[in-house]
Structure formats: C-alpha cells, structure tokens
C-alpha cells in the first residue's frame, strides 16, 4: 500500500490568485496522478506526472492553468493558477501499485475561490 | 476503457447485505472489475477487484457473471460507516489512470 500526504487539507482564496498543493508519498513511484472533483461530482484525471518529464494533461486541461512539479519519485505539486469560483474543487493525488494495480489517494484538497 | 452503468443512489438498513450493481456490457477480455469507495470528504478507497472469477476480501465480496457483462458488490453486514459513493471502474491489469463514472451513493440507514 501507499501512505499518501496532502497540504494544504483546505484553503480559501482570493480569485487571481494562485494555489500551489503539495504530494508526498511513502515510497518512490514512476507516475502521480492529479485529479479534480467539483461539487457533487465524480472525480476527472487532470494530468500525469512523471518524474524528469513534463507532465502529461488530458483534454480540457492545460499546463498554463495547472502546472506540474515532480522534482523526485516520493513528490509532485500541482498549481491552480489564476483562480476563479470555478476552480472550487476538491483536489486529489493517486499513485498506483502492485500488478493487477491498485489506486491510492491522498485525502484532498479542498479549494473554495471568493 | 469500457463504460460501467451503476444505479445512482441505494438505501441498505444497518447489519443487512448492501448488494450494489454494475453493468458493464461491452468489457473486454482482459479488463479487470475494479471497486472504490468515497467516504464524505476523503479520498477513494480500494475495496475490491477480479477478473473472472468471484473474489473475497476483508472487506467485501465481488460477484462477477459468467459472461461478465455485470458484477456485484456485496457488503455482507453494513454499518454506518460504509455509507459512501461506490464507484465500479473498468481497467486493465497494468493500468495507470482511472476513469470514473457517477458511482452509486449508498446510504446505510439506522
């Protein structure tokens, strides 16, 4: 299994601002995922993180808007930059181990934008 | 990954059997039936996955058909604390990223 630590738990914050949410886990792994879940919804993939490499972003989503960092295998951040209300989420990192995989996450962030 | 159609909300009294559904019509033969849960304010949790044949954990049962072209989720003595949403997600053995669809909210009632 995999111990997976997010900061900050919740944060309130002006919109144009930017948010930069941390990821640690317990153990070194090739790929993070970042995911996104708006109120009352299911959670969307927003990119792949992959350390040495740039960050992979699915449609609808853009390096701009969401940076990426994964200085090493046990760590990545993700920014929101230039926040909106739209950007209210809660925000998720997921590793995945074992064969057949198996996913874990950290507990989320929750980002409200005024 | 194949779509999965599940029922979106169930009501299950506390000590019974919580039987969640999962449609998954157009699986294909390598997928893997996975299953997750969110608890309110956390992130999701693995609870179960298999291939063909049924599977058994600490925490639940996985009931594949024969064809597999559904599964279900049986919670054989729910408590409170399992009321969450369920989500039942297709995937390969080796795969990464998942894709999630609504899930079913559960709810465990006294």
């Known amino acids: 299994s995999a111990v997976i630590s997010q900061k900050p738990s919740r944060d309130i914050c002006q919109r144009g601002t930017s948010l930069t949410i941390q990821c640690q886990v317990d153990?070194?792994?090739?790929?993070m995922f970042w995911y996104r879940q708006q109120p009352g919804q299911s959670l969307t993939l927003i990119a792949t993180?992959?350390?040495?490499?740039?960050?992979?972003?699915e449609s609808g989503f853009v390096i701009d808007k969401f940076p990426i960092s994964r200085p090493n295998l046990t760590f990545s951040t993700l920014t929101v930059s230039n926040m909106s209300p739209e950007d209210s989420s809660i925000y998720l990192c997921?590793?995945?181990?074992?064969?057949?995989?198996?996913?874990?996450f950290g507990q989320g962030t929750r980002l409200t934008v005024v | 990954d194949a779509k999965t159609t599940q029922p979106t909300s169930m009501d299950c009294a506390e000590g019974r059997a919580a039987n969640l559904p999962c449609n998954h019509s157009t699986i294909s033969g390598n997928e893997y039936v996975y299953w997750y849960r969110q608890i309110h304010s956390q992130g999701p949790q693995y609870i179960i996955h298999?291939?063909?044949n049924n599977e058994t954990n600490e925490m639940a049962s996985l009931i594949i058909t024969e064809d597999r072209k559904s599964s279900t989720l049986i919670l054989p003595h729910a408590t409170l604390r399992d009321t969450a949403v369920y989500y039942c997600i297709l995937h390969l053995s080796g795969a990464q990223k998942l894709v999630f669809g609504q899930g079913t909210r559960l709810t465990i009632n006294p």
């Open positions: 997921s590793v995945v181990l074992g064969f057949p995989t198996k996913a874990f």
């Open positions: 298999g291939l063909k």
């Open positions: 993180a992959n350390q040495g490499s740039e960050a992979t972003y």
């Open positions: 153990s070194q792994v090739t790929m």
